[in-house]
Nanobody, 128 residues
Framework: QVQLVESGGGLVQAGGSLRLSCVASGRTFSTYTMGWFRQAPGKEREFVAVIRWSGWSGRSTAYQDSVKGRFTISRDSAKNTVYLQMDRLKPEDTAVYYC??????????????????WGQGTQVTVSS
């Protein structure tokens, strides 16, 4: 059984930084689509960033427009961990952040329904 555990959330002032981590256990992914989503109160869950890998396509990353240039997604395969470095945070980044994984290289990575496994979420609060 795959388990994803997020950490690194917290309270930060606008302009500050946080790094979220998501550790996967129960399976090693040789081919994957690993994403970060977020959900603010009263809003739907939205795509934030994705990192994908396959032997055929190589590694690729993508971001929601509102976080481009501020957030960076990366993965440490030895630790089976995906990170989300968040810089220049804004109050509108406040949400619960979730990591998710699909054990294949998938094109429709922006849809939450594409993912098979989810973490429990970690709260990020950005004060103005």
């Amino acid at each position: 059984q795959v388990q994803l555990v997020e950490s690194g959330g917290g309270l930060v002032q606008a302009g500050g930084s946080l790094r979220l981590s998501c550790v996967a256990s129960g399976r090693t992914f040789s081919t994957y689509t690993m994403g970060w989503f977020r959900q603010a109160p009263g809003k739907e869950r939205e795509f934030v960033a994705v990192i994908r890998w396959s032997g055929w396509s190589g590694r690729s990353t993508a971001y929601q427009d509102s976080v481009k240039g501020r957030f960076t997604i990366s993965r440490d395969s030895a630790k089976n961990t995906v990170y989300l470095q968040m810089d220049r945070l804004k109050p509108e980044d406040t949400a619960v952040y979730y990591c998710a994984v699909r054990p294949s290289y998938y094109s429709d990575y922006g849809s939450a329904s594409a993912y098979d496994y989810w973490g429990q979420g970690t709260q990020v609060t950005v004060s103005s």
